[in-house]
């Protein structure tokens, strides 16, 4: 199971920082991902980082968010600032753990322009 949790209403410019933990070890986890669904969108990746240690981010949250993971507290993160309208939605985290996909139950993150 998945946990995540951080979101809030905050205004444009301000930062807030995601977490998701894990039930279970996420340590030999092959893929961990943040992922984003705004309203009327379809779900789209904001972040990812694979067991070979390659990340990477959406070109809309470049330079302003950054993902990290902490194998001991079974958690990964989502760090977000300079926040923008375009960014609310409900942020699900996601993990790969051999063939099977687990996600968690979204947190929701409003930014008011």
């Known amino acids: 199971q998945l946990q995540a949790s951080g979101g809030g209403l905050v205004q444009a410019g301000d930062s807030l920082r995601l977490s998701c933990t894990a039930s279970?070890?996420?340590?030999?986890?092959?893929?961990l991902g943040w992922y984003r669904q705004g309203p009327g969108k379809q779900r789209e990746l904001v972040a990812y980082i694979k067991s070979d240690g390659s990340r990477d981010s959406a070109d809309s949250v470049k330079g302003r968010f950054t993902m990290s993971r902490d194998n001991g507290k079974n958690a990964i993160y989502l760090q977000m600032n300079s926040l923008k309208p375009e960014d609310s939605g409900v942020y699900y985290c996601?993990?790969?753990?051999?063939?099977?996909?687990?996600w968690g139950q979204g947190t929701q993150v409003t930014v008011s322009s």
């Open positions: 996601n993990v790969w753990k051999g063939r099977s996909s687990y």
């Open positions: 279970g070890s996420i340590f030999r986890a092959n893929y």
